[in-house]
C-alpha cells in the first residue's frame, strides 16, 4: 500500500470519528429524533453520506458496552438508554418507568394502533365500554397523542400512537406491527391445538 492510500485511508477515518462524535453530540442535545434529512443539513453531507454514518454509529453502540444505543423510528434517530439499564433509570427517577399497562390502556393503544387516526366514540364502540381512563393513562405516559379534530359536528379529538410507542414496543415504524389477520390465525390454531 503506498503512503498516499494509506495517508489517505487515515484521514477518512479521522473524518468519520469527527462526524461521529458531531452527530452524537446534536442527538444528545436534541433528546428528542432528528430525521435523516436535518441531521445531513446540521452536518452538512448528503443524506446518503449520512445515512452510513448513523447506520455505523449505530453498530458501533450495540458492538460496546455503552449505557446507551442509537434507535430509528419513523426515520427520525435517538438516543436512548439501553433497556438492561431500566432498573437504573427507574432508581434515579424514583419512579417505575415501565410500569405494566392495564388490559384496558392494552386493548384502547392496540385499537388506536391499529386504526389511527380514531376517536374515543370509535374505540368505545370497538371495546363496547367506556374508555376515558385508558386514554387519559395512554396520554399521560406519552404513547398516544392527539392529533387532530374529525371534521364533523362537534369536532371530535383524533388520536394516534407515538414515537414514544414505537420506542417503547422497539418498532423503527408502525409498518413492523403484526399483521391483524395473521394474529387471529395464530389464536384460531392454538384453540384448535388445546381441543
Request: hydrophobic residues 35%; glycine residues 2%; aromatic residues 8%.
Amino acid at each position: 500500500m503506498s503512503e498516499k492510500v494509506y495517508q489517505l485511508e487515515i484521514e477518512e477515518t479521522s473524518q468519520r470519528k469527527h462526524y461521529y462524535s458531531i452527530i452524537e453530540a446534536i442527538l444528545f442535545v436534541s433528546g428528542e429524533p432528528l430525521d435523516l434529512k436535518e441531521i445531513s443539513q446540521i452536518i452538512e453531507c448528503d443524506k446518503k453520506y449520512t445515512e452510513i454514518l448513523l447506520e455505523e454509529l449505530k453498530d458501533v453502540y450495540e458492538d460496546s458496552v455503552r449505557g446507551i444505543k442509537l434507535i430509528k423510528l419513523n426515520n427520525k434517530y435517538q438516543l436512548v438508554t439501553k433497556p438492561e439499564f431500566s432498573n437504573y433509570i427507574e432508581k434515579l427517577l424514583k419512579t417505575n418507568v415501565r410500569q405494566a399497562l392495564s388490559q384496558a390502556s392494552l386493548e384502547t393503544l392496540a385499537i388506536i394502533a391499529y386504526n389511527q387516526p380514531v376517536t374515543r366514540v370509535n374505540i368505545d364502540e370497538i371495546r363496547g365500554v367506556k374508555s376515558d381512563s385508558a386514554i387519559f393513562n395512554l396520554l399521560e405516559r406519552k404513547l398516544i397523542q392527539e392529533c387532530g379534530r374529525l371534521d364533523v359536528p362537534g369536532r371530535p379529538i383524533l388520536y394516534s400512537t407515538t414515537y414514544e410507542f414505537l420506542r417503547h414496543f422497539k418498532l423503527e415504524d408502525l409498518k413492523q406491527l403484526p399483521n391483524l389477520s395473521e394474529l387471529f390465525q395464530d389464536d384460531n390454531n392454538n384453540s384448535e391445538d388445546k381441543e
